[in-house]
């Protein structure tokens, strides 16, 4: 069976600082991983995956990603954070074998002090 | 671009009620989703189908259950509505079987059972 861990529930940066959202899975297959964000009162939207190739995985608004298979991890980073940024943040998991369906982690919700 | 609309924003419903929870998506979707999400949890699935009539449980179906007579349509059913099924309800749509398709949210339904 596949999971996540994400740690830290909470994550608190100052503005102009690096973000790091940490993300480990399970997975006895290839994973294809997601990160995930929700905006207070909104959805999930798509930030960016990785399925194959490139480990390095470029996002929208300036977030990316690098998936470790010896980790096992799928880290989430950004080089300078924004006040916009404040979000829940989620990782997720799927694998290339059969139906869709993903497996959440249980979110991190990023802080942003001026 | 891809729309998920859930019908309701907030619902109060009465322990005991017959609940419904409408979800539209535009973009002809084969794959439709239903997910619950709990401070601390995560994102939970109750069901999915990825075609017209066809349901498959998720890993928190009972209690739920679902309907899909229309492709564009999901509907989420709680028989007899329970305290402890007050929670987020998220709703999301796939274009493919294809694990590395992301899924589109719909903004969510809060749902209070008192």
């Known amino acids: 069976a596949q999971s996540v861990t994400q740690l830290g529930s909470h994550v608190s940066v100052s503005e102009g600082a690096l973000v790091l959202l940490r993300c480990n899975y399970s997975s006895s297959v290839p994973p294809y991983l997601f990160w995930y964000v929700q905006y207070p009162n909104q959805g999930l939207q798509l930030l960016l995956k990785?399925?194959?190739?490139?480990?390095l995985v470029k996002g929208i608004n300036g977030f990316e990603a690098e998936f470790k298979k010896s980790e096992t991890s799928f880290h989430l980073t950004k080089p300078s954070a924004h006040m916009s940024d404040a979000a829940e943040y989620f990782c997720a998991v799927t694998s290339n074998t059969g139906f869709q369906k993903l497996v959440f982690g249980t979110g991190t919700r990023l802080l942003v002090s001026p | 671009d891809v729309k998920v609309t859930q019908s309701s924003r907030y619902l109060v419903k009465r322990t005991g009620e017959k609940v419904f929870l409408e979800c539209v998506q535009d973009m002809d979707h084969e794959n439709m989703f239903w997910y619950r999400q709990d401070p601390g949890l995560g994102l939970r699935l109750i069901y999915f189908s990825y075609d017209v009539k066809m349901k498959e449980k998720g890993d928190i179906p009972e209690g739920y259950s679902v309907s899909r007579e229309k492709k564009e349509r999901f509907s989420l059913i709680l028989e007899s509505a329970s305290t402890n099924q007050t929670s987020m309800y998220l709703c999301?749509?796939?274009?493919?079987?294809?694990?590395?398709?992301?899924?589109?949210f719909g903004n969510g339904t809060r749902l209070t059972v008192t």
């Open positions: 999301a749509s796939s274009p493919t079987q294809q694990d590395n398709s992301p899924l589109h």
């Open positions: 990785y399925t194959t190739g490139a480990t």
